[in-house]
């Protein structure tokens, strides 16, 4: 069975460019979770949401992180501007019910520079 | 709220010798606790989870942990460390009711030959 998935797996770009992070999450799952790990914070939980929807936003760093699910498959997380400080690797995971097992994707791991 | 200390941001053993890592909760409510492991470049795998029954759990790749009320621990140990295992590992804490999971900073497991 075909995991979380993420892309890209590697960004590298300049600080002010527009970054698009995406993940497509297992079929059937209704909850998806976006989360940031760096050396200095460990793991954060960015944003969840459940049956596309929104629930907790508070993870949220600054108004330049935003984040959508058109759909049932598929996630963006979107950082505009970018800032040196977003480097880090971001994670993709989802679940089936309130208390299921998160499963996660493989990363993005984002420099900027 | 809810929180949870992992003791040891770095444990080092040989291989053969048992692996214990540490990891303690706080919980106003009944918790559910896991624990996950993460290999390099990778996402976040589930070792094992403790929801309620028995207290000693018993995951993949030969670990387990016992949930412990009165000391508010969740260890995790294996008899015989394998090479294999060298990797990060991360406890977490959700409750019986929500699903927001909280995750330990991580401890970094070295196996020596």
């Known amino acids: 069975d075909a995991g979380v998935i993420q892309s890209p797996r590697h960004e590298v770009t300049e600080m002010g460019q527009e970054v698009t992070l995406r993940c497509k999450p297992i079929?059937?799952?209704?909850?998806l979770f976006w989360y940031r790990q760096t050396m200095m914070r460990g793991l954060e939980l960015l944003i969840y949401f459940n049956n596309n929807v929104p629930i907790d936003d508070s993870g949220m760093p600054e108004d330049r992180f935003s984040a959508k699910m058109p759909n049932a498959s598929f996630s963006t997380l979107k950082i505009q501007p970018s800032e040196p400080r977003d480097s880090a690797v971001y994670f993709c995971?989802?679940?089936?019910?309130?208390?299921?097992?998160?499963?996660f994707g493989d990363g993005t791991r984002l420099s900027i520079l | 709220a809810q929180s949870v200390t992992q003791l040891g941001s770095h444990v080092s053993v040989s291989e053969g010798a048992l692996v214990l890592l540490r990891c303690n909760y706080s919980s106003s409510v009944p918790p559910y606790l896991f624990w996950y492991v993460q290999y390099p470049n990778q996402g976040l795998q589930l070792l094992l989870k403790?929801?309620?029954?028995?207290?000693l759990v018993k995951g993949i790749n030969g670990f387990e942990a016992e949930f412990k009320k009165s000391e508010t621990s969740f260890h995790l140990t294996k008899p015989s460390a394998h090479m294999s295992d060298a990797a990060e590992y991360f406890c977490a804490v959700s409750d019986t009711g929500g699903f927001k999971t909280i995750f330990g900073a991580g401890t970094r497991l070295f196996v020596k030959a």
């Open positions: 079929s059937g799952h209704d909850y």
């Open positions: 995971a989802s679940s089936l019910g309130l208390k299921g097992t998160q499963h």
């Open positions: 403790y929801t309620s029954a028995a207290t």
